[in-house]
């Protein structure tokens, strides 16, 4: 299975990014796909979790601001991201699994991209 990311950039405070990451491989068929983000330093925290059939969290602090969307059938996930802050500034990873639950941890991912840099200046 892999996961290929791509979309990250450089942008300016209040601007908008659009990330996208596609699956393939064999026959996983990554009901669950999830946006993760690692700034410097600091721990990988989750963004987003996407299901089947429009099943979709947020992160408290991306809610209202970026908003996530999966085609299903292109095993691909979308992550828009408006008002991007500094504090957004970070890389961002795609992680998928099988199954129904919208899981918010590093540990339930089993498969992860190689993962896009975001920054945004002040």
């Known amino acids: 299975v892999q996961l290929q990311a791509s979309g990250g950039g450089v942008v300016q405070t209040g601007d908008s990014l659009r990330l996208s990451c596609t699956a393939s491989?064999?026959?996983?068929?990554?009901?669950?796909m999830a946006w993760f983000r690692q700034a410097p330093g600091k721990e990988r925290e989750f963004v987003s979790a996407l299901g089947r059939r429009g099943m979709r969290t947020y992160a408290d602090s991306v809610r209202g601001r970026f908003t996530a969307n999966k085609d299903d059938a292109a095993k691909t996930v979308y992550l828009q991201m408006n008002s991007l802050q500094p504090e957004d500034t970070a890389k961002y990873y795609c992680?998928?699994?099988?199954?129904?639950?919208?899981?918010?941890?590093?540990?339930?991912?089993?498969?992860w991209g190689q993962g896009t840099l975001v920054t945004v200046s002040s």
């Open positions: 491989g064999g026959a996983f068929s990554a009901d669950i």
């Open positions: 992680a998928a699994r099988d199954g129904s639950v919208l899981y918010r941890v590093v540990e339930r991912y089993p498969y």
